[in-house]
């Protein structure tokens, strides 16, 4: 074979395999594994504003396995959870500000931008059992989600989380 002919062969081979790694990487679904710090946790009114249930400084992780199986916390931030009146006293108090919490098994539906939790169990008692389709955004790493609305509430939750710099990664101080 003439080095011509052998030059065009491997450059045909390596534009196949360029071209199915490619095709490979367009079709594959991205992956949520791994562990995520809380970003943001805020409601989104209709009007486009938002309060923090959660407080101004949340934390919260998510940790998602290989096989999809995942745990999140969210916790409110060092603030109060009551409102007082001029007086001091406690005026209201609401439980489901200081922790939101599940665990379950998580799917990424990377053609509708669709997340599903499937939750075994939550500090929501209402939240056990069921599954909640929730749309997301994902770039680089960054995931964002909206909670579905709760009832009685006109606001959609939105968590905004962090891909967790591997531990391996870090440099030692």
């Not at 065009?8 to 949520?32: E, R």
């Not at 007086?87 to 500000?97: H, I, Q, Y």
């Not at 939550?122 to 909206?146: C, I």
Request: charged content about 20%.
């Amino acid at each position: 074979m003439r080095p011509h002919a052998i030059f065009s062969v491997c450059s045909s081979l390596l534009a196949v395999m360029i071209g199915s790694q490619a095709s490979l990487a367009a079709d594959a679904t991205p992956s949520l594994e791994g562990t995520w710090t809380l970003k943001a946790a805020y409601d989104l009114h209709k009007d486009g504003s938002k309060t923090f249930g959660f407080g101004s400084a949340p934390a919260g992780l998510l940790m998602i396995d290989h096989e999809g199986r995942y745990s999140l916390q969210i916790y409110r931030s060092n603030e109060p959870t009551y409102a007082t009146d001029a007086k001091g006293v406690r005026t209201e108090f609401k439980p489901a500000e200081i922790a939101s919490t599940h665990y379950g098994e998580v799917h990424l539906d990377s053609a509708t931008h669709m997340v599903t939790f499937k939750i075994e169990r939550a500090y929501n008692l209402r939240w056990n059992g069921t599954e909640q389709v929730r749309p997301y955004m994902l770039s680089a790493d960054e995931l964002s989600y909206q909670v579905p609305k709760q009832p009685g509430s006109d606001t959609v939750a939105v968590s905004v989380w962090q891909r967790a710099q591997s531990m391996h990664s870090r440099s030692d101080p």
